[in-house]
């Protein structure tokens, strides 16, 4: 099955600097890779998501961008603010089946 | 356009026992998804229905079952529990497949003693 791996596990940045948290994953099948921020005591948020068929995708302050040869993926937070502290997950699906591989998480702190 | 909600939002458990947590799916999603996370962890799968059938199965034992109603929505049930069941464990409901996102519910946080 497929296997994602996400780094870092703990990242810490000043307010408006960017934060970039990177994932590898292993099916050459998967299509669909979706980022979900997860606040304590809530679900996961999706955030942004990409298609293999596409290089990058932009939503304001949030970017992703997705190497198909390499198998890796980003994400890349702009102007960081408090609010974007939580964790944050990256996942993808194989076209092949109908589950979700998520990462660990990578723990994002903005220090104002 | 409503969210997914899930209750109860906590419980605890006694080792052996049964459990059955309940899902409302989001207004016109036709799929749900159940994942187990632990802590520090991201989620994983343990199964999906979709037309009140299971359409896939994630790597836990047949103990976990579960069921869709005509209405959307779902419930896992969970029988002799175990110690590391303790986790949060969330629903998802999404169009179809789920290709294009799902959205979460906010989680039952179950803890077996």
């Given at each position: 099955?497929?296997?994602?791996?996400?780094?870092?596990?703990?990242?810490?940045?000043?307010?408006?600097?960017?934060?970039?948290?990177?994932?590898?994953?292993?099916?050459?099948?998967?299509?669909?890779?979706?980022?979900?921020?997860?606040?304590?005591?809530?679900?996961?948020?999706?955030?942004?998501?990409?298609?293999?068929?596409?290089?990058?995708?932009?939503?304001?302050?949030?970017?992703?961008?997705?190497?198909?040869?390499?198998?890796?993926?980003?994400?890349?937070?702009?102007?960081?603010?408090?609010?974007?502290?939580?964790?944050?997950?990256?996942?993808?699906?194989?076209?092949?089946?109908?589950?979700?591989?998520?990462?660990?998480?990578?723990?994002?702190?903005?220090?104002? | 356009?409503?969210?997914?909600?899930?209750?109860?939002?906590?419980?605890?458990?006694?080792?052996?026992?049964?459990?059955?947590?309940?899902?409302?799916?989001?207004?016109?999603?036709?799929?749900?998804?159940?994942?187990?996370?632990?802590?520090?962890?991201?989620?994983?799968?343990?199964?999906?229905?979709?037309?009140?059938?299971?359409?896939?199965?994630?790597?836990?034992?047949p103990r976990f079952s579960g069921l869709q109603f005509p209405?959307?929505?779902?419930?896992?049930?969970?029988?002799?529990?175990?110690?590391?069941?303790?986790?949060?464990?969330?629903?998802?409901?999404?169009?179809?497949?789920?290709?294009?996102?799902?959205?979460?519910?906010?989680?039952?946080?179950?803890?077996?003693?």
């Amino acid at each position: 099955g497929e296997n994602v791996e996400q780094h870092p596990s703990t990242l810490s940045v000043q307010e408006g600097d960017s934060a970039v948290i990177k994932c590898t994953y292993s099916d050459s099948a998967s299509n669909y890779f979706p980022w979900y921020k997860q606040e304590l005591g809530k679900g996961p948020q999706l955030i942004i998501d990409i298609r293999s068929n596409v290089g990058e995708k932009k939503d304001q302050r949030i970017a992703v961008t997705l190497n198909k040869t390499a198998k890796h993926f980003s994400l890349h937070i702009t102007e960081t603010q408090p609010e974007d502290s939580a964790v944050y997950f990256c996942a993808a699906i194989p076209n092949t089946g109908n589950q979700f591989y998520f990462g660990t998480g990578t723990s994002l702190t903005v220090i104002p | 356009e409503t969210g997914v909600t899930q209750s109860p939002t906590h419980l605890i458990k006694t080792r052996g026992q049964q459990v059955t947590l309940r899902c409302s799916s989001q207004s016109g999603h036709n799929t749900v998804s159940w994942y187990q996370q632990a802590l520090g962890q991201g989620p994983q799968f343990i199964f999906q229905y979709y037309r009140e059938e299971e359409n896939g199965r994630g790597n836990f034992p047949p103990r976990f079952s579960g069921l869709q109603f005509p209405n959307y929505s779902s419930e896992l049930n969970v029988n002799a529990l175990e110690l590391d069941d303790s986790a949060l464990y969330l629903c998802a409901s999404s169009w179809a497949g789920g290709e294009d996102g799902y959205t979460f519910g906010s989680g039952t946080r179950l803890t077996v003693v």
